[in-house]
């Protein structure tokens, strides 16, 4: 849109006077949402409390997947920043797909759980609990290939053309995927009367868990610490809220100890998760992804050369000493 400035201050953009105006709707709408969570019945019938939270979450995200932008590029300035912003921007469309899809299948299962609470067969349990974790961890996988585009150089530059190159998200899915089929063997097994390996400790099956909310937490925190750049500019507060949100994913092999855990872990990550899609959707339309990937561009091609300049004269110096 001609004359439309977006400010170049993650603080000013938020504090515009369009979003001033929805974050006072949000002032407005979660007393509205405490007062409907209050209403719902009693501590016995808990079960209804988690899909009906669990499926406004995935409204949420849904909106977000709709809302998401595209990054502001500039081929004749830019041309290989460009390229990389659309790499960087297919895959953060993915991550916002696939956590889209980790609510829907976690919605799926708290319903059914509700609709036949203690009547599900052990080894339908055992399949969708085993679903969880393998959606959760393509979203891993995604925010890891743009922590992968923040870092490295991603785009070939030949006589012919500007293309990007090829990412090595192949490589994640298939570990992936191992983990996948080794979790639904564990916990099929584990449902199963009598077992058919009587070695696993019962709990193994939680190691799962375990292993996706680390995994989960280390991209995040990755990422995070990618955006921490003078490049970029955001502010501390902004950081080390994204940094709580990274460690909280830990927690994810927790939720089932309890209703108010799971409440408080899942509102919190998306509160987060919201603050994340901020960030980035400023980044996209203030022209600042375009600006960081092509200034990284350019150190990626200078550090290694300054750094041996760089460390040779210090050793001149100290063997001179």
Known sequence: MAGLEIPDQLGAWLLSSRRRRL????????????????SVPPVED???????????????????????PHPSVDKTQSPRATVAAEQFSHWWRLLWFFWLAQYL????????????????????????????NPVSNL???????????LTTKTVRITEEAIEPMRLPWDKAVAIGLLLAVA????????????????????NFAAMFDWITGIAAGLAIALFV????????????????????????QTAWASLDNGPLTRIVVVNLALALKLLLYCVVYWMFKSGMLLY??????????????ERREFLKRVQRKLNAA
């Open 225 to 248: 610490g990618r955006i921490d750049s003078r490049y970029i500019g955001l502010p501390s507060p902004v950081i080390a809220a994204l940094f709580v949100y990274s460690v909280i």
């Open 292 to 305: 960081y990937l092509e200034r990284a561009a350019g150190v990626h091609e200078r550090a290694p050369a």
């Open 23 to 38: 974050f006072s709707w949000a002032g407005v709408a979660l007393p509205l949402v405490l007062s409907l969570v209050r």
């Open 46 to 68: 808990w079960r209804w409390l988690n899909p009906m939270l669990v499926g406004l979450q995935a409204f949420t995200i849904a909106v977000l997947v709709i809302l998401l």
């Open 105 to 132: 299948v976690m919605f799926g299962h708290e319903l059914y759980i509700a609709l036949l609470p203690n009547q599900l067969p052990s080894w339908v349990e055992a399949l969708g609990r085993s679903a969880l």
């Open 139 to 149: 979203t891993t996988i995604s925010i890891l290939i743009c922590y992968y585009i």
């Open 183 to 202: 979790e639904v063997a564990v916990r099929l097994n584990q449902a199963v009367t009598p077992r058919l390996i009587d070695w696993f400790p019962h």
